[in-house]
């Protein structure tokens, strides 16, 4: 009986491992043939661009491992940073693969480009004139909450493609650096602008909000309350540890750049009004 239990347990042991085994090979598959069957003719660095795939695979650099289907994961947006070109010598033809990155990277590998399917680049939002003036017109308000400031043009671009990038509110930190990055903010520079922003979804927020809305507060009220009591964090630091009141007068000499959602908004954006962000950075 007991050498029967010791079979028993034997047998399920390697059935096990079996299992393991297949379940490991079928999720990256591994092939000394594949890899041989083909000849790298260049390796480059490339910009990003965003894809999704349904068809085919993903592979390791050299094809000799597989990954699972990219319709398993069809739903993920890729990003690429480098592409290759292979002699298919079986097939007698040429090949180019791009290397993609999942959002968080986590997930990489090379996918052949006829199986990539470019994101579409979203329709920019209707922004009309009137708007405009309304936005610049609020904009002046606040920044004469500060005296002695200067306002910047590239901190007002870079509050403004805040506005429209944090509309999903999702990604808050990558879409601050992203925008940093893409008004030609240098690393240093990134690391001294101040962000005052009125985002504030707790219920004491949302009371101040409503207040605004109604009337019942002043513009300045409303952003020395929401906003100015909350701090100035440097979000390129990631610093929102023991936020500190700040003032208005403190900033004195320092350049300023000021975006708003105004009530008559005609872009429809989910971050909704009243938001308000201040960029602030030294003066020279």
Not at 24 to 52: C, D, E, L
């Amino acid at each position: 009986m007991k050498r029967f239990i010791q079979g028993m347990l034997a047998l399920s042991l390697g059935v096990g491992l079996w299992l393991a085994a297949t379940t490991t090979a079928s999720a990256s598959q591994y092939s000394a043939k594949r890899g041989n069957s083909v000849r790298v003719i260049w390796r480059k660095p490339m910009g990003q661009h965003q894809f999704t795939a349904n068809q085919g695979y993903r592979y390791s650099r050299h094809l000799t491992v597989r990954y699972e289907r990219n319709a398993s994961v069809s739903a993920t947006t890729w990003f690429t940073d480098a592409h290759e070109k292979f002699y298919q010598k079986n097939r007698h033809n040429y090949a180019i693969y791009y290397h993609v990155r999942n959002g968080n990277g986590k997930m990489q590998g090379w996918i052949w480009r006829g199986y990539l399917k470019p994101v579409p680049k979203p329709v920019a939002p209707k922004v009309t004139l009137a708007y405009v003036k309304t936005e610049a017109a609020q904009s002046q308000k606040i920044t004469k909450f500060f005296p002695g400031v200067k306002t910047d043009k590239r901190l007002t671009r870079l509050v403004q493609d805040f506005v429209v990038a944090n509309d999903d509110g999702e990604t808050y930190q990558e879409n601050w650096e992203s925008c940093v990055e893409n008004n030609g903010f240098s690393p240093k520079e990134a690391q001294q602008i101040h962000l005052i922003s009125s985002m504030d979804g707790s219920v004491d927020g949302n009371t101040l909000t409503n207040a605004y809305k109604a009337g019942k507060l002043t513009l300045k009220d409303y952003f020395s309350r929401i906003a100015m009591s909350k701090g100035a964090p440097i979000p390129s630091k990631d610093d929102y540890s023991q936020p500190a009141p700040v003032t208005y007068a403190q900033f004195k000499g320092w350049r300023i750049g000021v975006a708003t959602v105004t009530q008559n908004d005609t872009r429809n954006l989910e971050i909704g009004y009243p938001t308000i962000y201040v960029a602030l950075i030294p003066g020279k």
